[in-house]
């Protein structure tokens, strides 16, 4: 029998520009596809420290199965790392559609002023944006715009802190620092609330709230089994975003 072809995992050149570079990742995740069997082949638990995700990032890379919403943003910044012009943030959307709520996660991207985002999606827009969004809330309402189409409306927005660019980092990903009732909120007061985050985030003056939780820092002990618990619903986040 044939073996399937393994997507080359793309390489960075000088030659190229941050945006082709993004896009070459794209495409790569592209050529993984979305998984659709409802089994999820990599379990990613959002409280594991960097390099625990990374690991996982680097075992995607190796077995080339199809992905969700959250292993794409676990492998975007995994292919992002060693490029510290590119700062990447987890977007999280609630969304309301048919009496059902769906979940989704896309990788924000900020670089030289402009934002995109890196994703997979089952729909090809609430996934990857270009880096040509001036301001955060330009993006965000991108994708709430997105979500429209299919009759989705968008409740919740979750933002989290740009990701270090260490792979061996401790620090776990902070997912939601600044966490948007949209859908009670007016678009101007969004908007006002979402560019002094992005400000604050420029300025690198926002610290991660998990510095505030004994619990979340001894990430490198043996006190992971505590938090297991709470892992179980994230897990879940991306098996139902009809996105």
């Known amino acids: ?135 955060l809330s330009d993006l965000i309402f991108e994708f709430e715009d997105s979500y429209k189409k299919y009759l989705h409306s968008v409740k919740k927005v979750k933002i989290g802190l740009y990701v270090p660019h260490e792979p061996h980092s401790f620090q776990p990903i902070e997912w939601k620092q600044l966490v948007l009732n949209v859908s009670k909120m007016m678009r101007t007061e969004v908007r006002k609330e979402l560019e002094k985050f992005a400000r604050d985030m420029r300025m690198k003056i926002l610290k991660p709230s998990s510095a505030h939780s004994p619990i979340k820092e001894r990430s490198r002990g043996k006190s992971l089994s505590p938090r297991r618990r709470q892992a179980s619903p994230q897990r879940r986040s991306c098996r139902r975003d009809k996105s």
């Open 1 to 135: 029998c044939v073996q399937p072809s393994v997507p080359p995992v793309p390489n960075y050149k000088v030659s190229m520009s941050i945006p082709e570079w993004l896009q070459a990742i794209q495409t790569y995740m592209k050529m993984l596809q979305y998984n659709h069997t409802g089994t999820q082949f990599f379990e990613i638990r959002k409280s594991r420290p960097l390099s625990g995700l990374m690991e996982t990032a680097k075992e995607m890379t190796r077995e080339s199965l199809p992905i969700k919403c959250l292993e794409a943003v676990i492998l975007g910044i995994y292919l992002t790392n060693g490029q510290p012009s590119v700062e990447r943030f987890p977007i999280s959307f609630k969304t309301h559609f048919s009496g059902n709520y769906f979940h989704h996660v896309v990788l924000g991207i900020y670089c030289n002023g402009r934002y995109g985002s890196l994703g997979m999606s089952r729909r090809s827009d609430l996934m990857d944006k270009p880096l040509t969004y001036r301001t």
